[in-house]
């Protein structure tokens, strides 16, 4: 078959297309041809492998995993001998440890389901990751309250708005002067420039900050947030050996002293949130934003202008059949 393959950490120069073996599933595992697959920081990270605390999991000196890629869109080819509830032909969706960037990948069958039959398999290939952190986010959101999004333009934030808003929140969403149009047509009931005003210090208050891009210091985000109000932390930014962890873990230890909750998200993959997903999308709830497709040769060219760049929507990488 045809991958990404990366034999070191670095830049996007350190992926090639390549012939790769093509993986045989186990007992607990469906193999799937992959149609589509998109791009998230995580895969920044896992290229780079930076922060270097996750080197941990991803190995230490080379990358663990040489096909990089979480999302995956496709169809069932062959299921491993103890897997009964998926068959061949079925087109199906997931979030896997790694390698979604090649013609085929294998996946654990408790964390992939089908997907959405409204949607194609490159819209399907942008939820798992994205909007499986989204609805951690928005969880206990209720009709009413109001909810501010940092970075709903990003690939988290176009869902997140969208998920609020079907949860009955007042939604506003925060990003640059040019993504103004595409979050209010999200959704969003009001929207802010960040370039021209400071959502931190104009006086209003939300029972919900999603923090997904960590630009501004945690007392600057509880001065946005009511007196019992919830600040989600996903992603952001940091130093180089740690990331986001050390803003994490004193967000964390904070909670403890103070009235607001403080949480961190740490979505994790289930087959469970891809069924809720797969209703909202049946149901209109929510619909992808892909600013950009690519074919899977150039997922490095891909990978550079979404490290260059600031994420609109999504990236997604189609995939050629095998011959």
């Not at 990366?6 to 297309?17: I, M, N, T």
């Not at 909810?147 to 869902?159: D, E, I, Q």
Request: aromatic share 4%; net charge positive.
């Amino acid at each position: 078959m045809q991958a990404i393959v990366q034999h070191a950490y670095g830049s996007s120069e350190v992926l090639a297309y390549r012939t790769a073996p093509r993986p045989v599933p186990r007992a607990d595992e469906v193999l799937i041809a992959v149609r589509a697959s998109s791009l998230n920081f995580a895969d920044v990270a896992m290229v780079t492998g930076r922060p270097s605390l996750i080197r941990a999991v991803s190995g230490l000196r080379t990358p663990k995993h040489r096909v990089p890629g979480k999302d995956v869109a496709g169809v069932v080819e062959a299921v491993g001998a103890d897997v009964t509830d998926l068959r061949p032909g079925d087109e199906v969706y997931a979030e896997a440890p790694a390698g979604a960037w090649a013609q085929h990948v294998c996946v654990r069958a408790s964390i992939v389901a089908l997907k959405p039959a409204n949607l194609s398999f490159e819209q399907a290939a942008t939820l798992p990751l994205a909007a499986g952190t989204a609805l951690d986010c928005v969880a206990g959101v209720r009709p009413g309250q109001k909810v501010l999004v940092n970075g709903a333009s990003g690939g988290v934030g176009t869902f997140a708005v969208q998920l609020a808003k079907a949860l009955g929140a007042e939604v506003t969403g925060v990003c640059s002067g040019r993504n103004v149009e595409l979050v209010r047509g999200l959704g969003a009931d009001r929207v802010i420039d960040y370039e021209r005003s400071d959502f931190t210090s104009d006086g209003t208050r939300y029972d919900l900050v999603i923090d997904l891009v960590g630009n501004r210091s945690l007392a600057a985000y509880r001065r946005a947030l009511t007196e019992r109000g919830t600040l989600a932390l996903s992603s952001g930014n940091g130093g180089r050996v740690i990331g986001p962890m050390g803003r994490i873990v004193h967000a964390v230890l904070l909670n403890l002293l103070v009235g607001q909750h403080l949480r961190p998200v740490s979505a994790t993959p289930g087959r469970a949130k891809l069924d809720r997903l797969r209703e909202l999308a049946e149901d209109g709830a929510i619909r992808p934003a892909v600013e950009r497709t690519y074919a899977l040769g150039d997922a490095p060219e891909a990978l550079r202008r979404l490290m260059a760049e600031h994420a609109r929507g999504k990236t997604v990488l189609t995939v050629a059949r095998e011959r």
